[in-house]
């Protein structure tokens, strides 16, 4: 017998060993730079290494999730997070650290690989959307949680090798909580077929969904992986702004149900998107507090993205199976990789042009930052009108199903 309950905490402590690992090891990120003597550009291509992992594993464990099932992805996360944990702390410099980078990276897609088409064969109808929602929370919940335990133990003097233990424990846990369960079966007949997956791909409706998940992944992580350098000199704390973001998102998922159930998930996310491009635009703007209240908006608008992209994808196109949801992951994964490099360009060109004003010191990088969210409005206002033409497209769908 199936035992949802365990099944689903198992999951959530997986992905807080995904968020425990992001949210911590870019807090010893200044430590690890000092002790091996790593400069800004070797870390930049250690940390891009987790964003490589990620995505791999992601088309790995969709693409053999029907031959190997979720309980030998999730096997094999738990063993690449052990290795990729211990490697980062026994590392002896870059190499290392690259290597390591990579295997927790990969544990983390196993997790959403395994995890995501699990749930989906768990619940069904507005159930899997409040589920997927709860299951998606623990992300920036758990950076919540490791942040203020890098944080702390920073201040206290303990050593970054002591903190990359500390993602071990949720690791144990949720191997302890797989160990000897039975996995739910496929809920769709044929979605546990790889040749129905692929040939269910060719449905307009997924291949529209696989595309909008590369602006929403970047709407979301964009901002929020540059909240740093953006904000620094905007007279807000950056981390409190990414501690703000990142608490609303987890309290907002854990009570998704009621909202996705009354607007619908293409309702949720024209408004998702509708929030987001408001609070970009208004963080390109604030300054002091009112760049908090920014972030408020941006926080209620990039919150129901992920989770509600994924329970779509399952439910309106369910023969893709976990093919297909380890595929619009992994894009998402995929884009916020690929568009790093190119918003670091655009904030290097803008601190050109803003010194060619005359502008100097914070004034410039405040000026430069904020110009360069005012371009990445652009991604949420994109998406306003993608989501838009969805909700036409699915309203006139259900019209035909009726006169049918």
Known sequence: MVNKTRLFNASCFALITTALSFSIRAGILTQLGTEF?????????????????????????GAFYNTVGPKTIMQLAFITHVIGIVLTIYAGGFWGLLISTFFVGFGNGCTEAA???????????STLDKMFNRFHMWFPGGIVIGSLISKF???????????????????????????????????????????MNFRAMANPLFIFMFFAMAITAISEFGPQQWVGPIMAN????????????????????????????????????????????????????????L???????????????????????????????ALGLSLVGGMGMLSTAIFQPFIGGWIENAKV???????????????AGQSVLEIMVAFPAILIVLFTILYFWQKNSKSQVSHA
């Not at 995890?115 to 109808?125: E, K, Q, R, V």
């Not at 369960?181 to 979605?191: H, R, T």
Request: proline fraction near 5%; charge should be negative; glycine fraction near 12%.
């Open 37 to 61: 003597s790593l400069d800004a550009v070797q870390l930049g291509y250690i940390n891009s290494m987790a964003f490589f992992g990620f995505p791999i594993a992601m088309v790995l464990g």
């Open 115 to 125: 995890c995501n088409p699990m749930i989906a064969d768990t619940y069904s109808g």
């Open 153 to 195: 133990l920073t201040d206290s003097g303990f050593s970054w090798q002591i903190q990359m233990w500390v993602i071990m424990i949720p690791a144990v846990i949720y191997a302890y909580l797989f160990y000897g369960q039975k996995f739910p079966d496929a809920k769709v007949e044929g979605s546990h077929s790889t040749s």
């Open 234 to 289: 905007s007279g807000a704390k950056p981390m409190l702004i990414l501690a703000l973001v990142t608490g609303l998102m987890a309290v907002g998922r854990f009570f998704a149900g009621p909202i996705v159930h009354k607007l619908n998930q293409v309702g949720v996310l024209l408004g998702s998107a509708i929030f987001a491009a408001i609070g970009i635009y208004l963080m390109s703007q604030a300054t002091g507090p």
């Open 291 to 321: 760049v908090y209240v920014a972030a408020v908006f941006f926080a209620i608008g990039v919150c129901y993205f992920w989770p509600t992209m994924l329970g779509f994808v399952a439910e309106k196109t369910p023969l893709t199976g």
């Open 353 to 367: 042009e803003q010194t060619a004003l005359g502008k100097t010191g914070t004034e410039m990088e405040l000026a």
